[in-house]
């Protein structure tokens, strides 16, 4: 199985990028303007005629081309003030994954929003309870922890089970995912840039491209298209970052954090 997932964040009007989701050094870098995020999901739309799919679709064979999703992640509340407006004229849904221990707080959606997307056709899913730093270096009670209970918030929240999540941060394992399984999340998104699908105890586990501010909008057409240089250029750009994160482990952080402070 393949599928192409886009990874994006908030979606901001005008330039007040401390409006929704997370504040500080480098996270405007994920958000893109209204304008750039229309402009986006336009190109998409010239290349792919057809709806993307949902993450519990992706078991169903299909002969056709490779599926695209479209996903949000920190729980934002621009989820609700501009992403599920701009998917709505297109019949479009989304998957939006919220950070639970952000749940109400300024910036971030509250229990009311959740039950409207949710009621709009979107799924809703885990983005872990604190939104570690390196997920992928908690305790194997931690990463539960971090799974269970931000699962049983949003279950609560919109009284179903929630069982789908994304990895905060871009450090995924196989310990993550086995702690993910082992919590009740059938489909699990990282960050890895690839189309390949993996099972792990159960969980699928959905690679990402991500995009970020200042990308032209012809990228997110070009990486749902057949055949795509960008996919390509951010594997290449990933396996280099996850050696990198591999031996330089802290200094990698801080280095990280000084180059994309504001």
């Given at each position: 199985m393949?599928?192409?997932c886009l ?6 009007e005008?330039t007040?990028?401390?409006s ?5 050094p480098g996270t405007?870098k994920?958000?893109l ?9 336009a190109?998409?739309a010239?290349?792919r005629?057809?709806?993307p ?5 992706l078991?169903?064979a299909?002969?056709?081309?490779v599926p ?5 992640d920190?729980?934002g ?6 992403v599920a ?12 994954f919220?950070?639970a221990g952000q749940?109400?707080?300024k910036g971030?959606l ?6 409207s997307l949710r009621s709009e056709g ?7 309870f604190?939104?570690p730093i390196r997920m ?16 049983k918030?949003?279950?609560d929240i919109?009284?179903e089970?929630v ?10 394992s196989t ?7 082992e919590a009740g999340?059938r489909?699990?998104f ?9 099972n ?9 491209y ?5 990308m032209?909008?012809?990228?997110s057409g070009d990486?749902v298209?057949g055949?795509?240089q960008?996919r390509s250029r951010?594997?290449?750009?990933w ?9 330089a482990g802290r200094?990698?952080?801080a280095?990280?954090?000084w180059?994309?402070?504001?």
């Open positions: 393949r599928a192409i990874l994006y964040h908030d979606v901001i005008e007040d990028w401390n929704s989701g997370f504040t500080g405007s994920y958000k303007s209204r304008h750039e995020f229309e402009a986006h999901v190109s998409i010239k290349l005629h057809e709806p799919k949902l993450a519990h679709e078991t169903t299909s002969d056709g081309a695209f999703l479209l996903t949000f920190d729980g509340e621009s989820a609700v003030t501009a407006g701009i998917l709505k004229r297109l019949g479009w849904s989304g998957h939006f919220v950070t749940i109400g707080k971030f509250n229990a009311e929003q959740i039950r979107h799924v809703v899913g885990s983005h872990s604190s939104h992928s270096h908690c305790s194997e009670e931690e990463l539960l922890n971090e799974w269970t209970s931000s699962i918030i949003l279950s919109l009284n089970q069982d789908t999540a994304s990895v905060p941060g871009g450090y995924y310990r993550v995912g086995e702690a993910a399984a999340i489909v699990l990282n960050s890895e840039p690839t189309t390949a699908l993996h792990v105890l159960g969980c699928l586990v959905v690679g990402r991500n995009i970020s501010r200042g032209p909008p012809g990228v990486l298209s055949r795509s960008e951010q594997w290449l750009y396996n280099f970052k996850k050696l990198a994160k591999k031996f200094p990698y952080l280095a990280r954090q180059l994309l402070r504001e």
